[in-house]
């Protein structure tokens, strides 16, 4: 029933430590061949255990970011980098300020692009994909809404980077960090379906119980854009990590 592999763990922690060795072999590899390492990186609560898990590689075994460059999914719109709940302070808190990932090799789409740029600014992200070589291994994560990065629904497939309303469920989730709904963006910058589907590897994370329909869904139900996580059935390397509790309803 299922039409996307998924792998199912006892705890997040088995999860993420698999991914993690996954993650630091490509790099090992890849600096073996003195290739860089694109690694397409999301935010939310799921993916912190998994930084967690790449900073106690490189503090413990010598994992190095040195040759890593990153692209993270999304950013809110109107959210300069020091806002608390930036995407670019929850990556900078939780993972980049851990490691030695150079500055010039991070990118997350910026929140404060005056309107009239964002087109260009999207254009910009997409080219410096393509001019890193493509993502290797993207990570994601679900919204309730089904949304990858936030690729609300009605997200076409061949989408690219752009800026996107979000959806009231969305901001409902993020209302209490922010302190109440009216605090909460209304917009996002967010690379696309399309985008994301061009990474050579996808692994979406969910854990706990929230998640267990809306991962049936992606998983079990026909590929629609009213759920952009479904598109993963069409891509030919992409898994679902998940607790056993994400997985309770498949
Ligand atoms: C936000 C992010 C998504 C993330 C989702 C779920 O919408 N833009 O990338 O997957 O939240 O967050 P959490 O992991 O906290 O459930």
Redesign the pocket.
Known sequence: MNKVPVEIFESPEDAVAKLAAETAELIRENDAAERPTVLGL?????PIRYYQELIRLHNELDLSFANVITFN??EYAGLPREHKESYWQFMHDNLFDHIDIKEENIHIPSGTVAEEDIPAHCEEYEQAIIDAGGIDQQI????RTG?I??NEPGSPQDSLTRAIHLDSI?REDAAPAFGGIENVPTSAITMGCGTILSARRLVLLAWGEAKASIVKEAVQGPISDQVSASFLQNHPNAVFYLDEAAASAL
């Not at 999301?42 to 799921?46: D, E, N, R, S």
């Not at 994601?140 to 919204?143: E, F, T, W, Y």
């Open positions: 999301a935010t939310g609560g799921t999914l999304d994601l994560g679900i919204g949304h990065g936030f969305t």
